[in-house]
């Protein structure tokens, strides 16, 4: 498992932006929601003035040791390595899954839908 999470720690903390909740206000039965610009939390902790020096320094010096691409081609092979390993030990996963295909479920809103989707639940998820 160590194989599996080792190239997402430094992919998600150095290269991955996320955008932070500022405020929320609620206006009748909806909620406006205010984010801030999105960065990565290396960059947060760059901009943030309680990060020592030292610490500062180490982190870019670790940031520059990562190459993002390199980082993102090790998690995809890591992922699918791990679904391998789940396949051979469980027949009844490929049986179900139709070999090592990625299964997910999407969001739909508004008009678009196909034919062939069929809409579940008050979120109306989408499974294909």
């Known amino acids: ?23 929320k206000v609620k206006v009748g039965s909806k909620e406006i929601k205010k984010y801030d610009e999105p960065r ?47 396949a051979v030990q469980s027949p009844s996963f490929r049986k179900e899954s139709g070999g090592l295909k990625l299964h997910f479920k999407m969001r739909h809103f508004g008009s678009g839908q196909k034919p062939n989707q069929r809409l579940k639940g008050p979120g109306k998820e989408a499974e294909f």
């Open 1 to 23: 498992m160590p194989g599996f999470i080792a190239p997402w720690s430094p992919l998600l903390n150095f290269f991955m932006p996320t955008k932070k909740l500022e405020s």
């Open 40 to 86: 990565s939390p290396y960059q947060r902790l760059l901009e943030s003035e309680a990060l020592p020096p030292e610490v500062q320094a180490e982190l870019t010096r670790l940031y520059g040791l990562y190459n993002s691409v390199q980082l993102q081609h090790t998690a995809n092979k890591a992922i699918l390595a791990l679904r391998e390993a789940v």
